[in-house]
């Protein structure tokens, strides 16, 4: 059974950092390309940043602007992101899943949604 445990929110103000963390289980992982999506509410799920199997290639959403980082740890099956300078409007629930790079990209990855992590920005 596939399970993705995502951490590492909290409360920060804003221009703060968060580290993410997302252990994975039960899937495939050192193979398929990792990704970090993030959920308002009333809004749809969207992707924050993603990375390919082999470490090569990452893509963000136009949101990011250079402030956050996606990183993997095969060993550990743990996918991380790093968020500097965060806003008010980085505020959302934070999931992780693990896929091909189109799948990913699409938003429609392998594997079911865990529970996320939730980033909440505000001074």
């Known amino acids: 059974q596939e399970k993705f445990v995502e951490s590492g929110g909290g409360l920060v103000q804003p221009g703060g950092s968060l580290r993410l963390s997302c252990a994975a289980s039960?899937?495939?992982?050192?193979?398929?390309?990792v990704g970090w999506y993030r959920q308002a509410p009333g809004k749809q799920r969207e992707l924050v940043a993603a990375?390919?199997?082999?470490?090569?290639?990452?893509t963000y959403g136009d949101f990011v602007k250079g402030r956050f980082i996606i990183s993997r740890d095969n060993a550990r099956m743990t996918v991380y992101l790093q968020m500097n300078n965060l806003k008010p409007e980085d505020m959302a629930v934070y999931l992780c899943?693990?896929?091909?790079?189109?799948?990913?990209?699409?938003?429609?990855?392998?594997?079911?949604w865990g529970q996320g992590t939730q980033v909440t920005v505000s001074s």
């Open positions: 899943n693990v896929g091909r790079w189109e799948a990913i990209i699409d938003g429609n990855p392998t594997y079911s």
């Open positions: 990375l390919s199997s082999d470490g090569s290639t990452t």
């Open positions: 039960g899937v495939i992982f050192r193979f398929n390309s």
